[in-house]
């Protein structure tokens, strides 16, 4: 069970960053498709384009169990499971921001046995119909209405989500700090909107990595990179650390602060007032 929560949200991106590839890509390789996605990529918007190659997985023959034990079997690094069960333990909030969709997702940390450590998953939506096939939708519904923003894919703006995520803590008066990992372009949308006390992982030498080194100052968080899920855990447990220890030395400052300004005033003497009979005017004095 995790300790009292301590106003630390941790947030990740799914696709190479919680496992080592491409959730998308994974299924439509492994059942044998890539030669028909790379042609109609250039066709379409990649979730519009996943929700076609669903169709086309059960137009011919796929069924949902069959995605499920690809699912099942996609690479992790043995480290990154010990980093998600060590955050939650300290008592942080985890939740999963992903360019993915919730059946992928969903099967993947079910199977994993993750799922619980998640308060919130923000991906495009995934959904089996009544025929038995997996329809993807986008998060944000580009046919109705633009997200607005020139960084992000039509389907989901990242940086949108985690506004909404900090506005949420704002309107509870929660001082809450952000931790952030990803290494996609859409993950370089949401680093900008991070605050000074908050901190950005972005995995080194991918695409958020490399937008952000080109301009490092654009970006306010502390910027902590690492390279595979050992690094991961590492940096993101000291990361978690550092902020508790600084929040408890403040705290403790607070209270002594506090102490301190009672035993001044328990301390101050006053000077008794003369009778007013006796008080002078201050025209009489030289």
Known sequence: ????????????????????????????????????FDQLLPTMPWNSLMDRMMKELHDHGKTIEEIKQV?????????VIPAIKSAHALGCELRIVSDANTFFIETIVEHLGIR????????????????????????????????????????MCKGLIIERIQASF?????????????DG??????????????????????????????NPTLVKATVRDWTDGEAMEKILMGTANEIISSDEEEEKEKMLCSDHCKISVVGIVHEPLLPLSLQVPLHLVK
């Open 1 to 36: 069970m995790a300790n009292k929560n301590n106003n630390i949200v941790v947030v990740f991106d799914f696709d190479k960053t919680i496992i080592d590839v491409d959730s998308d890509n994974w299924v439509v390789d492994e059942l044998g498709f890539t030669e028909l």
């Open 71 to 79: 699912l099942r079997r996609i690479p992790i690094h043995p480290r």
């Open 116 to 155: 619980k450590y998640f308060s919130e998953i923000n991906t495009n939506p995934g959904l089996v119909d009544e025929r038995g096939r997996l329809r993807i939708s986008p998060y944000h519904d580009f046919n109705k209405s633009s997200h607005g923003c020139p960084r992000c894919p039509p389907n």
């Open 170 to 182: 704002s309107k509870e008066g929660n001082k809450m700090k952000m931790i952030y990992l990803g």
């Open 185 to 214: 372009v859409g993950d370089y949308c949401p680093s900008l909107g991070l605050r000074a006390e908050d901190y950005m992982m972005p995995r080194k030498n991918f695409p958020a990595w490399d937008l952000i080194s080109q």
